[in-house]
Protein backbone atom coordinates (compact mmCIF):
# COMPACT_ATOMS: atom_id res chain seq x y z
CA UNK A 1 0.00 0.00 0.00
CA UNK A 2 0.92 3.59 -0.69
CA UNK A 3 2.40 5.75 2.14
CA UNK A 4 2.42 9.50 3.05
CA UNK A 5 4.64 10.99 5.23
CA UNK A 6 4.44 14.17 6.69
CA UNK A 7 7.33 14.43 9.56
CA UNK A 8 6.30 17.73 11.21
CA UNK A 9 3.37 16.91 13.70
CA UNK A 10 3.74 21.11 14.68
CA UNK A 11 4.79 23.87 12.91
CA UNK A 12 4.34 27.58 13.67
CA UNK A 13 4.62 30.80 11.32
CA UNK A 14 4.69 34.81 12.10
CA UNK A 15 1.42 36.27 10.88
CA UNK A 16 2.85 37.74 6.97
CA UNK A 17 5.46 35.75 6.73
CA UNK A 18 5.97 31.97 4.61
CA UNK A 19 6.10 28.67 5.94
CA UNK A 20 6.44 25.18 4.25
CA UNK A 21 5.19 21.89 5.24
CA UNK A 22 6.70 18.89 4.20
CA UNK A 23 5.07 15.39 2.75
CA UNK A 24 6.97 12.75 0.95
CA UNK A 25 4.94 9.38 -0.22
CA UNK A 26 5.98 6.38 -1.47
CA UNK A 27 4.33 4.78 -4.64
CA UNK A 28 5.31 2.75 -7.27
CA UNK A 29 2.66 4.10 -10.06
CA UNK A 30 3.63 6.65 -12.31
CA UNK A 31 0.26 7.95 -12.48
CA UNK A 32 -1.27 9.77 -9.39
CA UNK A 33 -2.77 12.95 -7.95
CA UNK A 34 -1.55 14.66 -4.44
CA UNK A 35 -3.35 16.58 -2.55
CA UNK A 36 -3.25 19.11 0.33
CA UNK A 37 -5.83 19.63 2.26
CA UNK A 38 -6.92 22.21 5.25
CA UNK A 39 -9.31 20.96 8.43
CA UNK A 40 -9.52 24.32 10.43
CA UNK A 41 -10.20 24.17 14.54
CA UNK A 42 -13.98 22.29 14.54
CA UNK A 43 -15.05 22.66 10.90
CA UNK A 44 -15.41 20.85 7.66
CA UNK A 45 -11.89 20.16 6.00
CA UNK A 46 -11.31 21.12 2.33
CA UNK A 47 -9.13 21.05 -0.33
CA UNK A 48 -6.04 23.24 -0.48
CA UNK A 49 -4.62 22.31 -3.60
CA UNK A 50 -3.71 19.21 -6.03
CA UNK A 51 -1.15 18.03 -8.19
CA UNK A 52 -1.07 15.96 -11.10
CA UNK A 53 2.01 14.14 -10.91
CA UNK A 54 2.08 13.87 -14.89
CA UNK A 55 2.05 18.19 -14.89
CA UNK A 56 5.96 19.39 -14.37
CA UNK A 57 4.41 22.76 -13.04
CA UNK A 58 3.88 23.13 -9.56
CA UNK A 59 0.06 24.21 -8.96
CA UNK A 60 -0.31 27.34 -7.26
CA UNK A 61 -3.38 29.15 -5.37
CA UNK A 62 -3.30 32.33 -4.26
CA UNK A 63 -1.02 31.95 -1.36
CA UNK A 64 -0.52 28.47 -1.62
CA UNK A 65 2.08 26.82 -4.02
CA UNK A 66 3.80 23.11 -3.72
CA UNK A 67 7.01 22.15 -4.42
CA UNK A 68 6.45 18.63 -6.45
CA UNK A 69 9.70 16.82 -6.54
CA UNK A 70 8.78 13.53 -8.72
CA UNK A 71 12.06 11.98 -8.64
CA UNK A 72 12.34 12.58 -4.47
CA UNK A 73 8.50 11.42 -4.08
CA UNK A 74 8.39 14.88 -2.19
CA UNK A 75 5.08 17.35 -2.13
CA UNK A 76 5.71 20.19 0.24
CA UNK A 77 3.01 23.23 0.45
CA UNK A 78 4.23 26.90 0.97
CA UNK A 79 2.16 29.09 2.21
CA UNK A 80 3.19 32.77 1.68
CA UNK A 81 1.60 35.91 3.41
CA UNK A 82 0.34 33.77 6.44
CA UNK A 83 -2.59 34.65 8.28
CA UNK A 84 -4.61 34.54 11.42
CA UNK A 85 -7.37 32.20 9.06
CA UNK A 86 -4.39 29.79 7.84
CA UNK A 87 -4.30 28.29 11.27
CA UNK A 88 -5.25 24.50 11.04
CA UNK A 89 -4.16 21.28 10.32
CA UNK A 90 -2.90 20.18 7.69
CA UNK A 91 -3.43 16.99 5.83
CA UNK A 92 -1.12 15.73 2.82
CA UNK A 93 -2.99 12.83 0.69
CA UNK A 94 -2.05 10.45 -2.04
CA UNK A 95 -4.42 8.96 -4.86
CA UNK A 96 -3.34 6.77 -7.43
CA UNK A 97 -4.22 5.24 -10.74
CA UNK A 98 -4.56 1.50 -9.77
CA UNK A 99 -5.68 1.74 -5.81
CA UNK A 100 -8.78 2.16 -6.72
CA UNK A 101 -10.95 4.83 -5.13
CA UNK A 102 -8.73 5.48 -1.97
CA UNK A 103 -6.86 7.84 -1.09
CA UNK A 104 -4.19 7.66 1.82
CA UNK A 105 -3.37 10.51 4.44
CA UNK A 106 -0.59 11.90 6.13
CA UNK A 107 -0.67 11.98 9.63
CA UNK A 108 -1.65 16.01 9.95
CA UNK A 109 0.53 18.96 10.48
CA UNK A 110 -0.53 21.57 13.16
CA UNK A 111 0.11 24.85 11.47
CA UNK A 112 -0.18 27.54 14.45
CA UNK A 113 0.13 31.36 13.47
CA UNK A 114 0.90 33.93 15.56
CA UNK A 115 0.15 37.46 15.57
CA UNK B 1 -20.68 24.02 -4.06
CA UNK B 2 -20.89 20.74 -2.81
CA UNK B 3 -22.83 19.54 0.50
CA UNK B 4 -21.58 16.86 2.63
CA UNK B 5 -23.98 16.74 6.26
CA UNK B 6 -23.29 14.20 8.68
CA UNK B 7 -26.26 12.95 11.43
CA UNK B 8 -24.81 14.86 14.65
CA UNK B 9 -22.10 16.27 15.50
CA UNK B 10 -21.38 14.77 19.01
CA UNK B 11 -22.26 11.45 19.96
CA UNK B 12 -22.41 9.64 23.46
CA UNK B 13 -23.28 5.97 23.51
CA UNK B 14 -22.75 3.21 25.40
CA UNK B 15 -20.97 0.06 25.37
CA UNK B 16 -22.42 -2.32 23.50
CA UNK B 17 -24.92 -0.30 21.73
CA UNK B 18 -25.69 -0.48 18.38
CA UNK B 19 -24.89 2.73 16.71
CA UNK B 20 -25.95 4.50 13.29
CA UNK B 21 -23.87 7.62 11.84
CA UNK B 22 -25.54 8.49 8.54
CA UNK B 23 -23.86 10.53 5.71
CA UNK B 24 -25.30 12.50 3.17
CA UNK B 25 -24.41 14.44 -0.14
CA UNK B 26 -26.38 16.59 -2.60
CA UNK B 27 -24.16 15.96 -5.88
CA UNK B 28 -25.24 12.87 -7.10
CA UNK B 29 -21.64 11.90 -6.24
CA UNK B 30 -20.54 8.17 -6.79
CA UNK B 31 -18.14 7.22 -4.42
CA UNK B 32 -18.62 8.04 -0.80
CA UNK B 33 -16.09 6.98 2.37
CA UNK B 34 -16.38 6.46 5.97
CA UNK B 35 -12.76 7.35 7.82
CA UNK B 36 -12.18 7.85 11.29
CA UNK B 37 -9.72 10.16 12.62
CA UNK B 38 -7.37 10.15 15.74
CA UNK B 39 -4.63 12.39 16.50
CA UNK B 40 -1.27 11.19 15.29
CA UNK B 41 -3.06 8.48 13.07
CA UNK B 42 -4.29 11.03 10.68
CA UNK B 43 -7.37 9.74 8.37
CA UNK B 44 -8.02 6.03 8.40
CA UNK B 45 -10.04 4.45 5.85
CA UNK B 46 -12.91 2.24 7.25
CA UNK B 47 -15.19 1.75 4.06
CA UNK B 48 -15.59 3.12 0.74
CA UNK B 49 -18.84 2.51 -2.03
CA UNK B 50 -18.63 3.41 -5.36
CA UNK B 51 -22.40 2.50 -6.14
CA UNK B 52 -25.40 1.76 -4.51
CA UNK B 53 -25.04 -1.23 -2.59
CA UNK B 54 -21.56 -1.68 -3.57
CA UNK B 55 -19.20 -1.53 -0.71
CA UNK B 56 -15.53 -2.59 -0.33
CA UNK B 57 -13.12 -2.86 2.83
CA UNK B 58 -10.98 -0.03 3.68
CA UNK B 59 -8.06 -0.62 6.16
CA UNK B 60 -9.81 -0.84 9.35
CA UNK B 61 -13.49 -2.55 8.46
CA UNK B 62 -13.11 -4.52 11.37
CA UNK B 63 -15.95 -3.83 14.15
CA UNK B 64 -17.94 -1.84 11.50
CA UNK B 65 -20.40 -2.13 8.63
CA UNK B 66 -21.67 0.26 6.06
CA UNK B 67 -25.31 0.21 4.40
CA UNK B 68 -25.65 2.38 0.79
CA UNK B 69 -29.29 2.22 -0.43
CA UNK B 70 -29.92 5.10 -2.25
CA UNK B 71 -26.75 7.08 -3.67
CA UNK B 72 -26.68 10.53 -1.53
CA UNK B 73 -26.52 8.64 1.67
CA UNK B 74 -23.95 6.28 3.29
CA UNK B 75 -24.70 4.67 6.51
CA UNK B 76 -21.48 3.20 8.90
CA UNK B 77 -22.79 1.22 11.58
CA UNK B 78 -21.29 -0.21 14.67
CA UNK B 79 -22.71 -3.42 15.74
CA UNK B 80 -21.87 -3.45 19.20
CA UNK B 81 -19.58 -0.13 20.28
CA UNK B 82 -16.55 -0.64 22.35
CA UNK B 83 -14.34 1.59 24.07
CA UNK B 84 -11.75 1.50 21.06
CA UNK B 85 -14.13 2.92 19.08
CA UNK B 86 -14.31 6.42 20.50
CA UNK B 87 -13.00 9.13 17.88
CA UNK B 88 -13.68 10.98 15.22
CA UNK B 89 -15.65 9.68 12.34
CA UNK B 90 -15.53 11.76 8.97
CA UNK B 91 -17.74 10.93 5.49
CA UNK B 92 -16.68 11.98 2.40
CA UNK B 93 -17.65 11.35 -1.43
CA UNK B 94 -15.99 12.01 -4.69
CA UNK B 95 -17.47 12.24 -8.14
CA UNK B 96 -15.63 10.00 -10.08
CA UNK B 97 -13.29 7.17 -9.04
CA UNK B 98 -9.82 5.33 -10.29
CA UNK B 99 -7.30 7.69 -11.50
CA UNK B 100 -8.97 11.10 -11.85
CA UNK B 101 -8.11 14.25 -10.31
CA UNK B 102 -11.36 14.68 -8.29
CA UNK B 103 -11.53 16.02 -4.85
CA UNK B 104 -12.82 14.19 -1.88
CA UNK B 105 -15.83 16.41 -0.48
CA UNK B 106 -16.31 16.21 3.64
CA UNK B 107 -18.77 16.67 6.12
CA UNK B 108 -18.12 18.14 9.45
CA UNK B 109 -17.57 14.84 11.34
CA UNK B 110 -19.30 13.41 14.16
CA UNK B 111 -17.30 12.85 17.38
CA UNK B 112 -18.67 9.77 19.16
CA UNK B 113 -17.78 8.91 22.69
CA UNK B 114 -18.42 5.67 23.84
CA UNK B 115 -18.36 4.66 27.35
Known amino acids: AQTVTQSQPEMSVQEAETVTLSCTYD???????LFWYKQPPSRQMILVIRQEAYKQQNATENRFSVNFQKAAKSFSLKISDSQLGDAAMYFCAYSGGNTGNQFYFGTGTSLTVIP | DVKVTQSSRYLVKRTGEKVFLECVQD?????MFWYRQDPGLGLRLIYFSYDVKMKEKGDIPEGYSVSREKKERFSLILESASTNQTSMYLC??????????????FGPGTRLTVL
Open chain 2, 92 to 105: ASRLSGTGTPDTQY
Open chain 1, 27 to 33: TSESDYY
Open chain 2, 27 to 31: MDHEN
